[in-house]
Structure formats: C-alpha cells, structure tokens
C-alpha cells in the first residue's frame, strides 16, 4: 500500500497501530444511500474485522 493511505478504523485488521492501512490494495464503495457527495457515502469494502481480545479475554495488538 502506498505511504499516506490512512485508516481510522481500529476494528480493520488493516490498520496498524498509527492508523496507516496495510492492505495490498483497497476498494472503496458507495454505500448505496446516494449522498457520495459526502464521506458518508463511501464505505471500505477492504475491512476485514479484527478480534481485539485472545481467547482469554485480554485485549491485545
């Protein structure tokens, strides 16, 4: 993924701890509501989530 691509996404398995994705590539969508005039009409298709907790409970990363 190029320098600059940033993500603040916590939950993406993607985003490393300073908020750059990691991602080979990404792909991005509207989100079906016809306002991409706005960010709130763009989605991530890229996001994968990522399980902040092992199996005992503890957070990790």
């Known amino acids: 993924m190029?320098?600059?691509?940033k993500?603040?996404?916590e939950?993406?398995?993607y985003n490393d701890l300073?908020?750059?994705?990691?991602?080979?590539?990404?792909?991005?969508?509207?989100?079906?509501n016809e306002i991409v005039g706005t960010?709130?009409?763009t989605?991530?298709?890229t996001f994968e989530f990522e399980r902040h907790t092992n199996d005992d409970g503890e957070i990790r990363r």
């Open 2 to 5: 190029p320098n600059g691509v």
């Open 7 to 9: 993500c603040g996404v």
């Open 11 to 13: 939950e993406c398995i």
């Open 18 to 32: 300073n908020r750059n994705c990691t991602a080979e590539s990404i792909e991005v969508l509207s989100n079906g």
């Open 39 to 41: 960010t709130k009409g």
């Open 43 to 45: 989605r991530c298709a």
